[in-house]
Every structure is written in C-alpha cells, then in structure tokens.
C-alpha cells in the first residue's frame, strides 16, 4: 500500500538532512512508502526512524510499515513564519495519531470542503516537491 | 544544621527594546548594562564585593558580540572567585538553571554570596530571522522544522486541544492577556504597561491560531543579577530576605512531542517537578499566595496554574476569566505582568520572574503588593514543558 502522492511546483523551504540511516526512509517515502524502524527486541515501532530504539536501547532495528490513517489530536494555522517560510504562510500544521499507535508533527494540507477540527479522521501524503519528498496529513476521503 | 539559601539582593533593567542596529552610530554594550547591575543589585543586598565567591550567567544570545561573556565581565570587575564561574544554557530553562546552579554552590558550601545573573539581546534582529534560529529548538530539525513548526505553534496546539476538551473559548484565554497587562500596568520593569480590553486581545491578528498577538509572547531585551546567600549571611544582614524552601525538577524524557500518545496538554513534567518542590517546603498549594510563572503565551499559563495545583484540571481559563488569578484574586498569578506584557527576553526571563517574586516577598511591590505574600512558586522550563524546574520561596522578615 501506497500514500497519496501530491504534486508541489516548487523546492522544500528547509529540507531535511539525510544520513546513510534516513535515507531509506527518505527514499521509500518518495516512492510513496510509509515506513519507519521497529525494534527486533521489543518489538515497539518509533518515528522519526531511530538507530537505536529509544524504549529498550537496543540497536538491533527494522523497518516496517507504518499506518496511513489516523486522528487530528491537535492543529493550528501558522501566520507568523521564519523567513524561508513566509511564501507559505499562512499554513497548518498538527499533531497525527496514527491508527498504528503512533503520535508525530507534520504539515497539513488543507481543502475547503472539509476543514481542520480536533479528533478529525486523516490520512498521510506524500508532498513530492522538485527537489524531494515531505510527507503531511488531509482529512481522510 | 543543613545550609538553606536565601535572595537578598536584585537588579534589572526594564524589559524592551535595548539592543542597537549593527550600523547604528552609538552602540549598546552588554558588559555595561550587566556591570552596573552588578554593582546596584551587590549593594541591595548589602554585602561586599569579596564575599562573592560563585557567578552563574546565562549564555547570552548569538546576536552579542562579545564572546565568552561570563570571564569578560569577571574582568571588567576584577572579581576574583574560589566557587565558580559559568554559563548555561537550557532553551527557555536557561535562567531558571543559572538560578538553580546558584543556589547548588551554596549548598556545596563552595559560595556563601553567589550571583545569578545574565542578558538577553535580540530585538533588533527581526522576528522573521530569528525564528529561522528558534525554529531549529524545538522538535526534530529534519523531521519537524522541514514542516514549518515554530517554537509558539506548539502552544497554540495545546490551546486548540484545551478547548477542545474542556470547552473553554478564547475570550477566557483571552482574560489571561488582558490581566497580565493590567499586572504590567502597575511594574516599572514591564515592556507593556498601556491596560487593554478583552475585545482588543481578541481583535488582534492571528499569529499562531487560535492565538492573536496578544496572546504570544513581546520579542525584547533584558538584563538581571539576582544576589544568593546562605541563610546565614542573609540572617546576619538584619533585614528581610527570601529563602528557597523547595526545589523540584522533572525532564519527561521527550523533546518537544512524545510519539507514544499521552496527555499532552496536562504538563506532567512541572506537575512532578512540583510535587517535589512542594514536598521538600513542606506545603501544598494551597499555601502558595502568588505564582511567576514561565507562560509564553496565555494558554501555557493556564495548564501551568492547573498542572501545579493551583487551579483544578480544566478550569484554568475559566478562573482567569472569573479574576481569581489577578491581584486581588484567590490567587494572584503574574503579578510582574508575565512574559506576554512584563516581557520574555527569554535566556533571562526566569531571572525577572525570581525577581518579581523577591519583590513581592519582601513587600517592596508597590502597587502590585500581594498583601502578606509568604509563599510564592516560579516554574521554568524548556520544550512544550517537556522538562520543567520548579522552586517554592518564602518571605522571611
């Protein structure tokens, strides 16, 4: 299964950097793949990807799947943005409970029919910018 | 008998705007402003220059030129020491540690007199540019900041969820701004002192929704010493002093978003930190009479005063609505004006809140004056209260 992949006509603000380890990430997610390391010991999934797993302090990792669906816990509306930013601003942004168990930041696309409220259902993107991939939340269809 | 650390002496300048343009004629140094208070705040607490055997500063911002500010200014004062010398550095904990680290060489016995002291200056830098600095602090640089998240969005999610919870609006958050300058109106140390009604906060242009201007934090420029002693010096001195009676820290092990669900809007961190602090006083807090709290924006006010006990879970808005947190109140919080109108020159800003508090304490608020204030609370922290420092002081005459 893979995420919807949406097209942005223009370069990241502040792309992420990306090491030997979250390149994979990085690479699977702009092929559409959601994925981030699970501990072989403990089993517990962390996202962003971590080398070592943060619960048991294993280094023993693997990647796999994580859930494309989830809930709003929370959002806002950005007005104030750092200078590389401010071509975007006013944009969203919020807090996603993946069906999966886990909780992570990112941006949000924003349509008109449906707007932007707490507890709302999501689901993740892709935004395939020129120059690589960022990945963000829209209410689910 | 075990050795209890005391505030006998304080300085600052009024918070604002301080720092000069790059091509400005005339310059602003920062040795000068922090020498002579040094030198008011030595002399507010009585003592001399050779009893200071510890200074702890806060690391000052990129922006000063001066590097390695801390040995510099031992130099413009000629101050020889034996405890220690240093600054620090903990985000939007950075004064409240400079504070705490003080009071640790006290309690080592490595100082009997030390300083806590330091200066923040930025406001001739634009918001715009120093955000593309604040915005790499908090959550993942790679995975966070490429989003777009800024230090106060992260606020502004805490308030969304609050009223989604709880139901609370945004005229009750709103209250909080409009008190507080109210607060700020009645401090000489306050950048905003013009009072403002609720339909103005409410008026104001979103900056993080749902927060307006006046619900987020002024960018300015301060500086603060603040004298420490152990309580036998303070004693010796003959007249009133503050005493540090509880210290809690609590770091909750995430930095800025924990990515297993938890309560994000309940602040367990200065809720622990707290209890502790609280514990070693020996008082609940329903013995506080005040509270100077680390709130950047309103809503951060309102779950602090809940996570700490001083107002229950979900009616923080509402009480600050209703006035129990404004002077006079049940119980009065922020009474300097707090960071949205008393001002957040943040790597110095705890610094005014201790300040406030050793006003306060030693009845010398004027106008402000809780009347008969004994026990007054600060909370520091770094993150969305991911970690948080908490300190219970106590009038002494």
């Given at each position: 299964m893979t995420l919807p992949v949406l097209n942005v006509d223009a370069a990241r603000s502040y792309p992420p950097r990306i090491s030997e380890f979250t390149k994979t990430f990085w690479d699977a997610l702009g092929q559409g793949r959601w994925i981030t390391t699970r501990c072989k010991c403990c089993d517990r999934q962390t996202f962003?990807?971590?080398?070592?797993?943060?619960?048991?302090?294993?280094?023993e990792v693997e990647w796999s799947e994580l859930s494309p669906c989830g809930t709003l816990y929370s959002w806002t509306r950005i007005h104030a943005a750092p200078a590389v930013f401010s071509s975007e601003a006013p944009y969203a942004v919020g807090i996603v409970d993946l069906d999966s168990g886990i909780r992570l930041a990112c941006r949000l696309v924003e349509s008109e029919a449906i707007p932007l409220q707490v507890n709302m259902p999501v689901e993740m993107v892709v935004l395939h910018h020129r120059d690589g991939p960022l990945f963000a939340a829209r209410a689910a269809t | 008998m075990t050795r209890r650390v005391a505030i006998i002496g304080t300085s600052a300048i009024p918070v604002g705007r301080h720092q000069t343009a790059d091509d400005a004629a005339l310059q602003t140094l920062e040795h000068e402003i922090m020498t002579r208070l040094v030198v008011e705040a030595v002399r507010d607490a009585g003592v001399?220059?050779?009893?200071?055997?510890s200074l702890v500063f806060t690391l000052p911002r990129p922006y000063t030129r001066q590097k390695y500010f801390h040995t510099f200014l031992m130099g413009q004062l000629r101050l020889a020491c034996r405890g220690n010398v240093m600054e620090v550095m903990g985000n939007g904990m950075t004064a409240a540690l400079a504070f705490d680290q003080a009071c640790n060489d006290i309690l080592l016995g490595r100082a009997n007199v030390a300083l806590a002291l330091g200066i923040n200056m930025e406001s001739a830098v634009s918001a715009a540019e120093h955000m593309m600095s604040s915005m790499r602090t908090t959550g993942d640089v790679d995975f966070h900041t490429s989003a777009g998240f800024t230090p106060i969005a992260w606020y502004a999610m805490d308030a969304m969820r609050y009223m989604h919870e709880h139901g609370a609006t945004r005229e009750q958050l709103g209250a909080v701004a409009v008190k507080n300058r109210h607060h700020a109106s009645l401090?000489?140390?306050?950048q905003f002192r013009k009072p403002v009604t609720l339909a103005d906060v409410v008026a104001q242009r979103p900056i993080v929704e749902p927060l307006g201007l006046y619900d987020v934090p002024p960018r300015g420029d301060g500086a603060a010493c603040l004298v420490l002693a152990s309580e036998e010096v303070a004693k010796s001195l003959g007249r009133p002093y503050v005493l540090v009676r509880g210290r809690g820290f609590c770091h909750d092990?995430?930095?800025?978003?924990?990515?297993?669900?938890?309560?994000?809007?309940?602040?367990d961190s200065v809720r622990q930190a707290s209890a502790t602090a609280y514990e070693e006083a020996g008082i609940g807090p329903d013995q506080i009479d005040l509270a100077e709290l680390y709130a950047p924006c309103t809503i951060v006010e309102v779950l602090v005063s809940e996570a700490i006990g001083l107002v229950p879970r979900g009616q923080g808005a509402r009480a600050a609505f209703d006035g129990e947190t404004r002077l006079g109140g049940r119980i009065p919080i922020s009474?300097?004006?707090?960071?949205?109108?008393?001002?957040?020159?943040?790597?110095v800003t705890s610094l005014y809140n201790y300040l406030e508090l050793a006003e306060q304490l030693r009845g010398?608020?004027?106008?402000?004056q809780v009347q008969g204030a004994r026990f007054g609370v600060a909370t520091g922290e770094l993150g969305n209260y991911n970690a948080a420092m908490v300190h219970v002081l106590e009038a002494m005459q």
């Open positions: 962003p990807p971590k080398p070592v797993c943060p619960h048991c302090w294993s280094t | 001399d220059k050779k009893d200071i055997q401090n000489p140390l306050a092990g995430s930095h800025q978003i924990s990515d297993v669900p938890n309560d994000m809007i309940a602040f009474t300097s004006g707090g960071l949205t109108s008393r001002g957040h020159p943040a790597y010398r608020a004027g106008d402000r």
